[in-house]
């Protein structure tokens, strides 16, 4: 019997990508969702910047998810932020304004 398929018994989240931990949804699949909703929301206000551009400057900016879904709903709301530097925007959007300049 091979040892690779039973993962010495471990419990895999959905995507089988990371042992669940908890019952409800895996805390670091949305982790990593979030991550690349804020990275395709900044792709499509901004096609110039590089995709892996983005990504780190999320990653600096916004190390949570509620934090990372904060980037990707106001981008969406006003894809011009990044280029405005609004004054309003949430703290993370702050962060990862000044992450992109940096
Ligand atoms: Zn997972």
Do not use: F
């Not at 909703?37 to 910047?49: E, N, Q, R, S, T």
């Not at 551009?53 to 934090?67: E, G, L, Y």
């Not at 969406?76 to 530097?85: D, I, K, M, Q």
């Amino acid at each position: 019997m091979s040892g690779l398929t039973r993962e010495l018994g471990t419990l895999r989240c959905k995507a089988g990508l990371h042992p669940q931990v908890v019952a409800s949804g895996c805390a670091l699949c949305n982790w990593e969702r979030a991550l690349q909703l804020a990275v395709d929301a900044i792709a499509v206000a901004h096609p110039g910047i590089d995709a892996q551009v983005a990504c780190a400057a999320v990653i600096r900016s916004a190390s949570t998810t509620p934090n990372r879904g904060v980037i990707a709903r106001y981008l969406a709301a006003h894809p011009l932020a990044l280029v405005s530097g609004e004054s309003g925007a949430p703290g993370p959007v702050r962060r990862l304004i000044g992450e992109l300049r940096a």
